[in-house]
């Protein structure tokens, strides 16, 4: 299971930092993404991480946000820093075919 946290409403230019918890091996030896999906709208990857830490973002959030995961304690983070109206959306985890329940994040502009 994956249990995603951290959402909520924060104004534009503001940060959140989003969890994910993986019950069990989930994120062993696999890469993890988040996701998000706004209402109407596809659901986009944000960013991955793989297991030896090697990243990759989506171009909107370039520069912004920080996917890191701690191998140790199954757990994988995503710091949003200067968000923007746009990046209203439910955020997903997502590894090893499992997805997390997602976690609402709203931005006021």
């Known amino acids: 299971q994956l249990q995603a946290s951290g959402g909520g409403l924060v104004q534009a230019g503001g940060s959140l930092r989003l969890s994910c918890a993986a019950s069990?091996?989930?994120?062993?030896?696999?890469?993890v993404g988040w996701y998000r999906q706004a209402p109407g709208k596809q659901r986009d990857l944000v960013a991955v991480i793989a297991n030896g830490g090697s990243t990759n973002y989506a171009d909107s959030v370039k520069g912004r946000f920080t996917i890191s995961r701690d191998n140790v304690k199954n757990m994988v983070y995503l710091q949003m820093n200067s968000l923007k109206a746009e990046d209203s959306a439910a955020y997903y985890c997502?590894?090893?075919?499992?997805w997390g329940q997602g976690t609402l994040v709203t931005v006021s502009s």
């Open positions: 069990g091996a989930i994120f062993s030896g696999n890469t």
């Open positions: 997502y590894s090893a075919s499992v």
